[in-house]
């Protein structure tokens, strides 16, 4: 079956505890990408990757880092989380950066104390 | 930078009744257009998609969605919803042409009491 997988799915931790939320991808898809979820602000880009090796930032990637070493997987690493990001992260991949539909994992809801 | 309104936040309707969201964007030239949906607790899907030609595009769910490009419009309708359409959802554009990243709305939550 063709889905993105995510993990953990839920997680509350700690201000500066290192932590990484890892997606999978089974569609051979180049293109990658991070998006949190916050009430009322909708989907806000982190960051984004078009190939491996390849990342880039979105519209808010202060405090997240990525790395894009196989084509399979995106991790999203937060180095020294804070509350600010508390949030819902979903992961989301597409065929090539030129097409349009993004397939979406099942979310990580992240809560940081 | 391109970006998109959503200007219901939050709909109620009783099963039957006929939706229509809004969603207008603000970038000038061509563009691609979604509507995607996101089921309490669940991922976003895809609804369905404009790219080009007729400008009234049927989705999955009986859903449609008609691109007026005099309005910088993509409003989202359903003639009668049911209670299982009960979901947030959320408009998307992205400038057409090589690598453009999508920009989504801030959503609609559309509740549907039976």
């Known amino acids: 079956e063709a889905q993105v997988t995510q993990n953990p799915r839920y997680l509350i931790t700690v201000t500066g505890k290192k932590l990484t939320v890892t997606c999978s991808q089974n569609?051979?898809?180049?293109?990658m990408s991070w998006y949190r979820q916050d009430p009322g602000l909708g989907l806000r880009q982190i960051y984004y990757s078009m190939n491996v090796e390849v990342t880039d930032k979105g519209d808010v990637p202060e405090g997240y880092k990525v790395s894009r070493k196989e084509k399979r997987n995106f991790p999203l690493i937060l180095e020294s989380p804070s509350p600010n990001q508390t949030s819902l992260y979903f992961c989301?991949?597409?065929?090539?950066?030129?097409?349009?539909?993004?397939?979406f994992g099942e979310g990580s809801r992240l809560t940081v104390l | 930078a391109q970006s998109v309104s959503q200007h219901n936040h939050h709909v109620i309707l009783s099963e039957a009744a006929s939706l229509e969201l809004g969603c207008n964007y603000s970038?000038?030239?061509?563009?691609?257009l979604f509507w995607y949906v996101q089921y309490p607790g669940q991922h976003l899907q895809l609804l369905l998609k404009?790219?080009?030609?007729?400008?009234l595009v049927k989705g999955i769910k009986g859903f449609e969605a008609e691109f007026i490009k005099s309005k910088f419009s993509f409003n989202l309708r359903k003639p009668s919803v049911q209670w299982s359409d009960t979901a947030e959802y959320f408009c998307a554009v992205r400038k057409s042409g090589g690598y453009q990243k999508v920009t989504f709305g801030t959503g609609t939550k559309l509740q549907v009491i039976p």
């Open positions: 970038y000038g030239g061509t563009v691609n």
């Open positions: 989301a991949s597409k065929t090539s950066p030129n097409t349009g539909e993004l397939f």
């Open positions: 404009y790219f080009s030609g007729d400008p």
């Open positions: 569609m051979n898809h180049e293109y």
